[in-house]
C-alpha cells in the first residue's frame, strides 16, 4: 500500500486534472457560443417569415438569388434552377407579379441574371415580369440593391432553405419587408446540401458584420425604375 503522503498527492493531481478539463470544455463552449451567435442571430431574427412554397404569402415583387449556373452556361445548375421554377410557381399562383432576379452578370460559371431571365421565359413567366440585376455579387448586395436601385420594399425571397433565414434577415435589416420562400432542389444531392449549410453556418459571421456597419454595395448605380414600370405593364 502506497503511503498517505503519496496517495494524497495521486489524489491532488487526478483532482487538478479533472479541474483542467472542465476549464477546457468551459472555453469550448463559450468558443462554440461566439462563432454561433452570427448563425443564431439570423435565425432568431427571420423566425416567423420563412415558408414553404405553398404557404407562401403574397407580395407584388419576388427576388430570386443567383447562384451558379450550369457547365454549358446557358442553363441554371440544379439549385439555381431550383430557385427559378420556384419562383415561377407563385407567379402563376397570383402570389407575385413581377421577378426580380439578382445576381453575378459576370461570374465565374456566367451570366446569371441572363440565364435566370432565359430559363423563367422557358418556363412560361411573361419576359416583361422578369428584371435583372447584374449587380447583385452576393446575398447582402442584392438585398441593398432592390431597395437603393430598383425601390423594392415589400417582396418575397426564394432561396434554399439552408440559405433563407440569412438572406432574410439581411432584407430585413436594410429596411425590405421581405419574407423567405424555401426553393424547390430536385436532383440537389444531399452531400451538396450539407456542404452548403455548413457554408452558410460560416458566412453568417460576414452577414453580421455587414449588417452591423450597414456597408454599401459593392456597385453603386443610380436609381432604375424597371422593376415599377414591370409592375405598371403587368
Known sequence: ??????????????LGGRRRLTRLAAAGVVVLLLVSAPW???????????????????ADVVIVLGTEVAADRRRPAERLAGRLETAAALVRDGRARVILVSGDGGGASGDE???MTSYL???GVDPRRVVGDPS???TYDSCARAREVYGVTRALIVTQSYHLSRAVTLCRRLGLDVDGVAARCAGCAATLLAEKAVRDYFASGK???DAARLRPPAVRSPADPAVQDALRDS
Open 113 to 115: 441574371p441572363a440565364v
Open 40 to 58: 443564431l442571430w439570423t435565425k432568431i431574427a427571420a423566425h416567423g417569415h420563412v415558408y414553404g412554397e405553398a404557404d407562401a404569402p403574397a
Open 207 to 209: 452577414a453580421a458584420w
Open 136 to 138: 447583385g455579387l452576393d
Open 121 to 123: 421565359t422557358g418556363l
Open 1 to 14: 500500500m502506497a503511503p498517505p503522503a503519496a496517495r494524497i498527492g495521486r489524489a491532488r493531481r487526478l
